[in-house]
């Protein structure tokens, strides 16, 4: 009934999980970090770390440590173990799984009874430790007591009591999930807190903010908001002296940020990045407070105008749909047209809150730093035509010469050179065999999940490709790549050079 195997994967190196979809799969990783893509889910593979899954996965290394993996896999007709391993499971060290995974894979050659019974004593040992509660659901639960009870926090002993464990294994198992002490984990939730009171609650005292996240003494509040915020309050309330909320599919926010001004409302993708509450990670901490809108869905105007804005960034919304947001406020909406340049963006907000300087500095910075990574890369990009795809569930994007904000960075700025043959601006779907026909002698593939490349890296035509039979198909992590704003493209700047060098596609 169960299956047992052990791998590695050196950096850069895939392994497809459950191909066919008719077994439960439950993995461990004793070393290394990757990732791991199953259905809608990307997931970090990390040491300690154990995953079910129910679909076919992709587990890809991305560390020059060896990620060492083992896998249980059994049939999903008469299975018992989904329900008790379909929750949250429990990090363990290798010291303590790895004997017990040994012992399985010896226990699962032998065909004695005796070795039958080792083995479901094993497989039943292993799965209590990895689904105890003390760790797991104890621990949800004692996060979610201090972020409701800022104002009256609990003690360390007192949230022992609560998960019936002793102080020491408390805070030894609280700091192994969190990353802090419950003191930590304390002091930045009353921090998230502060600056959502902040930003949300026009005319609010901090006074009353201190009282609000359980703090007595205002002075206190200023001095570990400073120590944790790099600034004090007075200075974070500055960033929105005039409150601005952007209604927009675009990632405007990126651009005030970078001005020095925090939208009270800014908009959000909570399916493209789950981990970071709907931003890319780079902006998650810079906008804790912001009331963040879906942007998947139509917007709401309540909850925009529950944020009190003094100006509102308006853009036209996906597919020119027309919206009755804020009809009542028409006169503190600022339309913007659609641009086809990031510093376009950047010069007409800078204008309308009055930080032109600023922005020219941001401007000449970045024109800098791309500058810099052209000459980085001259080895690279002097030789070889190259193609720019995306790989998508559904099919493959094949991307022009311009138009785009990431192919004018890359074509113009960085000195790339397209494919001749590439059609003028913007994408068109595309086969594998069409690429095949284009030849191109470099291929980068862009936004991409591992399981879409895989499956496409294992069809005929794909060994056609002339980028692939040398070797010159570049994959860089590139999930939050996004240089509409200024911060987003410092970020990929900076990363550009070491990423694509290292982003060879080797399987």
Not at 121 to 144: G, K, P, V
Not at 156 to 169: D, F, G, P, R
Not at 381 to 408: C, F, M, Q, S
Request: hydrophobic fraction near 40%; charged fraction near 25%; aromatic fraction near 8%.
């Amino acid at each position: 009934m169960f299956e047992i195997a052990a791998f590695n994967l050196r950096e850069g190196l895939s392994q497809a999980i459950n191909e066919y979809r008719n077994h439960f799969c439950l993995l461990y990783i004793s070393s290394g970090r990757g990732n791991l893509v199953s259905g809608n889910q990307r997931l970090r593979a990390e040491e300690d770390k154990s995953y079910f899954l129910s679909d076919a996965g992709i587990l890809t290394s991305s560390s020059s440590v060896l990620l060492s993996v083992y896998l249980l896999s059994w049939p999903k007709e008469g299975d018992m173990l989904s329900d008790l391993l379909s929750g949250p499971l429990a990090d363990q060290a290798p010291a303590k799984m790895v004997p017990l995974w040994e012992g399985l894979k010896k226990s699962d050659k032998e065909n004695s009874i005796s070795a039958k019974c080792r083995f479901q004593s094993l497989l039943w040992e292993m799965l209590s430790i990895l689904t105890d509660a003390a760790e797991i659901d104890r621990m949800e639960e004692a996060e979610e007591l201090i972020r409701n009870s800022l104002s009256r926090p609990l003690t360390v002993a007192e949230l022992a009591s609560k998960a019936n464990m002793s102080t020491v294994t408390f805070s030894r198992a609280f700091r192994k999930r969190t990353g802090m002490t419950p003191k930590e984990f304390l002091n930045a939730e009353r921090m998230k807190a502060a600056k959502k009171l902040l930003l949300q609650k026009r005319g609010i005292t901090g006074k009353e903010v201190a009282m609000q996240i359980g703090l007595q003494d205002e002075f206190y509040f200023s001095r570990l908001f400073k120590s944790k915020e790099e600034i004090p309050p007075s200075v974070f309330m500055k960033r929105v002296n005039e409150r601005i909320a952007v209604v927009s599919q675009l990632f405007l926010q990126d651009h005030l940020i970078s001005l020095g001004i925090q939208p009270v409302a800014a908009p959000s993708y909570p399916t493209v990045y789950p981990a970071s509450s709907g931003v890319p990670s780079y902006l998650q901490k810079e906008l804790e407070g912001t009331k963040l809108l879906n942007a998947e869905k139509p917007f709401q105007p309540d909850d925009i105008l529950l944020t009190h804005p003094d100006r509102i960034i308006k853009t036209p919304l996906h597919q020119f749909q027309l919206q009755s947001v804020l009809l009542s406020k028409q006169e503190q909406v600022h339309h913007m047209p659609l641009k086809q340049d990031w510093r376009q963006y950047l010069y007409e907000i800078a204008t309308m809150v009055g930080c032109e300087s600023r922005a020219e500095c941001i401007d000449k910075d970045i024109y800098c730093l791309e500058c810099k990574v052209r000459d980085e890369l001259c080895p690279l990009t002097k030789k070889g035509k190259w193609a720019v795809i995306w790989i998508r569930p559904e099919g493959i994007r094949l991307y022009g010469k311009g138009n785009h904000a990431l192919l004018d960075l890359l074509f113009q700025g960085l000195g790339f050179q397209p494919h001749p043959d590439l059609h003028a601006e913007g994408y068109r779907n595309v086969s594998l065999k069409e690429i095949a026909e284009l030849n191109p002698d470099k291929l980068l593939i862009l936004w991409s999940h591992e399981r879409d490349v895989w499956r496409t890296a294992h069809t005929p035509d794909w060994n056609k490709i002339r980028a692939v039979q040398t070797g010159d198909v570049y994959y860089p992590e590139s999930h939050e790549w996004d240089p509409w704003g200024p911060i987003g493209r410092k970020r990929i700047l900076e990363a550009f050079p070491s990423s694509i060098l290292k982003a060879k596609l080797k399987a």
